[in-house]
C-alpha cells in the first residue's frame, strides 16, 4: 500500500525556523516526484512546489520561491519542507502527495499525506 | 492567463445528478485533476485523466472535457459525496507547474 505520513502538528513563534517531514512507503521514493500543498485556514489548496528524489531536481511555485526549501533523504525515503523565519501568514495546514504520471503531461496527485498543521503565533 | 476557475458552490437533491465545472486556458492542453476534501480530511483523488477512477471511487463520478472547460459530474448524488471538489493540472502558461481552482463546495439536500 502506498503511504505518505506526515509529521505532528507544530507550534512556533514568528521568525523560527521549522522542518517537516513526509515519510514515503510501498513505492519507489526515489523514481517519483513528490510534491507540497498548503491549505491556509478555511481556504482553498494552493501548490507550492515538487521534488525528483533521485536527483533532487526541484521545482518551485512563483508564490512559494525563496519562502521555503523543500528537500529529502532518500536513504530513509522522506520529503521535507522547511522554514528559515517562520511568519504569521505561514499559518496552515501542509500536505505532501505523490506525482503520478509524467510531468510533461500533466499528471495527478495521489496518495497525499495526513496533513501537517502549523501555527505560527507570537 | 495561469487560473483554473470554479464556482464556489452548488447544491443537489439527494439522487440527483450535479456537474461541477473548471475553466482555464491551461485546459485547452492538459486533462484536469479532480480531488474531493471533506472538513478535517486530506484530499482524495476522483478522477484524473481523460476519465479515470481510481479504486474505491464510485462509477457515479465521471469526467469529461471540452475546449477550455473540464466538468466533474456525480450522477445519483449520495450524502457522503458532500465535500469540497478542487480541480487542478499542470499550467500550460506560466510558471506555477501546477494550478488548483479554488474549490467547489457541493451540499447534498
Redesign the interface.
Known amino acids: 500500500e502506498v503511504q505518505l505520513v506526515q509529521s505532528g502538528a507544530e507550534v512556533r513563534r514568528p521568525g523560527e525556523s521549522l522542518k517537516i517531514s513526509c515519510k514515503a512507503s510501498g513505492y519507489s521514493f526515489a523514481e517519483t516526484w513528490i510534491?507540497w500543498?498548503r491549505q491556509m485556514p478555511g481556504k482553498?489548496?494552493?501548490?507550492m512546489?515538487?521534488i525528483y528524489p533521485g536527483d533532487s531536481d526541484t521545482?518551485y511555485?512563483?508564490?512559494f520561491q525563496g519562502q521555503v526549501t523543500i528537500s529529502v533523504d532518500k536513504s530513509i525515503s522522506t520529503a521535507y519542507l522547511q522554514w528559515k523565519t517562520l511568519k504569521a501568514s505561514d499559518t496552515a495546514i501542509y500536505?505532501c502527495?505523490r506525482h503520478?504520471?509524467t510531468?510533461l503531461?500533466?499528471?495527478?496527485?495521489?496518495?497525499?499525506?495526513?496533513?501537517t498543521l502549523v501555527t505560527v503565533s507570537s | 492567463s495561469s487560473e483554473l476557475t470554479q464556482d464556489p458552490a452548488v447544491s443537489v437533491a439527494l439522487g440527483q445528478t450535479v456537474r461541477i465545472t473548471c475553466q482555464g486556458d491551461s485546459l485547452r492542453r492538459?486533462?484536469a485533476?479532480w480531488?474531493y476534501?471533506k472538513p478535517g480530511q486530506?484530499?482524495?483523488?476522483v478522477i484524473?485523466?481523460k476519465n479515470n477512477r481510481?479504486s474505491g471511487i464510485p462509477d457515479r463520478f465521471s469526467g469529461s472535457s471540452s475546449g477550455n472547460t473540464a466538468s466533474l459530474t456525480i450522477t445519483g448524488a449520495q450524502a457522503e459525496d458532500e465535500a469540497?471538489y478542487?480541480c487542478?493540472?499542470?499550467d500550460s502558461g506560466?510558471?506555477?507547474?501546477?494550478?488548483?481552482?479554488?474549490?467547489t463546495k457541493v451540499t447534498v439536500l
Open positions: 510534491g500543498v482553498g489548496l494552493e501548490w512546489g515538487l521545482r511555485s512563483p508564490s500536505y502527495a503520478v504520471g510531468l503531461l500533466g499528471g495527478w496527485f495521489d496518495p497525499w499525506g495526513q496533513g | 492538459y486533462y485533476t480531488y476534501q486530506a484530499p482524495v483523488l484524473h485523466g481510481p469540497v478542487y487542478n493540472s499542470r506560466g510558471d506555477h507547474l501546477f494550478l488548483f481552482g479554488a474549490g
